[in-house]
């Protein structure tokens, strides 16, 4: 066989990404970047469906009779649509034009795992309980998750990276009520936990329903009171479990 | 790579986009055997592949809306999904699980001949007969890597050579691959 063109550094990185070799640090970088570079991310996706012949080639083993019924209890409504309207929104705060690919690779990274959200409980309001939302990629593991007590007006985030990794950017977090429009509450750095007191003007906003994001910027953050400059790397919904 | 012509599963994917259960029900009578045995090939464990099995298809549910029949078949998208979700599982149990498994190699070794025999009926033979031209040791690292989700220094400790000349092995053999895939 011949040699083939050599690969670039980036290309490599996206195959051993694709593949798995990389360590967890690599790959949350990998993801990160992927986020941030859409045409690293269609890199990753095109070796993915390279490989994935492999995967095909397994022997089907019956599944339990018992889980498709396992399957059906777990649904949730079927919001996808909602998604699609919050990472608009988010699109359309970040001001920039990307192509059609980069829009795949920008709604793959942008995807709100709604559908992951624990189902609403209905209870009664004495004590105000705490509202949880986990976020993260659509599909995969959360990045990061939050808990917001509405008494005290804190927000305790944690990231789930591993610590010190993507040192080049900050994740700025934000939170959009139903009008839709991003507030900056403040920034998370991988792989740490940290309270942050929710600005008063916001804690009106920051009810069951309010979405929470995290985009990855420039150090600094972003520079316009509007919303990220950056990629969105994961979002998802206040809730309460 | 290989696109199913007739994918008479992609009709489905709207209407699961959609919000229909029937749809999605179809699509697991179709897909759940297959994709059990790819949870069970990575996990070994069959209550663990049950409880991948179901969250591969509710993410299926949440990610209908994204299944684009121009660039894979359902099979293979919702195969990858499935790969993706046990990979994430097996590293969640933590390193100590990858270091157990040493004696799995050769296992993997039997599993090559008749994977390859099957696939060389479909359109992805193109995959298998360019994984076979890599030498041995390469495609094996290669085939475990995908498989188990082990990075290149468990791969090492495994198969003896230092790290670095496993990184040079799989570099070339990913070069290597691209090459032949698109010849």
Known sequence: MSEGPLLSESELLAAEHALGVLTA????????RMAREPAFAAEVESWRMRFAPMVETVEPVPAPGEAWARIERRLPAN???????????????????????????ASLAAAVMLGNQPPVVIQPPEPEPLLNVSMGPDGAQPLFIASYDPLRKTLIVTSLQ?????????????????????????????????????????????????????????????????????????????AQI | ?????????????????GGDRGALRQLYEATS?????????????????????????????????RFDSARASVMTWASTIARNRAIDRLRARGPLAHADQVDEMEIADGAVGAEALLAAAGEDARLH??????????????????????????????????????????????TKLKGCLEA
């Open chain 1, 25 to 32: 640090r690599e790959r949350a970088d990998a993801e990160a």
């Open chain 1, 162 to 238: 591993p610590q010190g990794s993507d040192p080049l950017h900050v994740y700025q977090l934000w939170l959009i009520p139903s009008d839709g429009k991003p507030r900056a509450v403040g920034f998370v750095d991988p792989g740490k936990s940290k309270s942050i007191q929710m600005p008063q003007e916001f804690t009106p906003l920051a009810g069951a329903g309010a979405a929470l994001a995290v985009s990855i910027e420039a150090p600094g953050g972003s520079t316009t009171e509007k919303g990220p400059q950056g990629p969105i790397a994961a979002a998802g919904k206040l």
């Open chain 2, 33 to 65: 055997a297959k994709l059990f045995g790819v949870c069970l090939r990575i996990l070994s464990d069959k209550e663990e592949s049950e409880d991948v099995l179901q969250e591969v298809y509710l993410t299926i549910w949440r990610r209908a809306d």
């Open chain 2, 1 to 17: 790579m290989a696109i199913a012509l007739n994918d008479t599963l992609a009709p489905l994917l709207p209407r699961i986009a």
């Open chain 1, 79 to 105: 919001d996808n649509s909602n998604n699609r309207v919050l990472v608009k929104r988010l699109r359309f705060w970040r001001g920039t034009t990307v192509g059609s690919l980069g829009l795949a690779a």
């Open chain 2, 129 to 174: 007969r360019c994984l076979g031209e890599l030498d041995n040791r390469t495609e094996q690292a290669i085939r475990t890597a995908f498989f188990e989700g082990v990075t290149y220094e468990a791969l090492a400790r495994r198969m003896a050579p230092p790290l670095g000349t496993v990184k040079s092995w799989i570099r070339r053999g990913l």
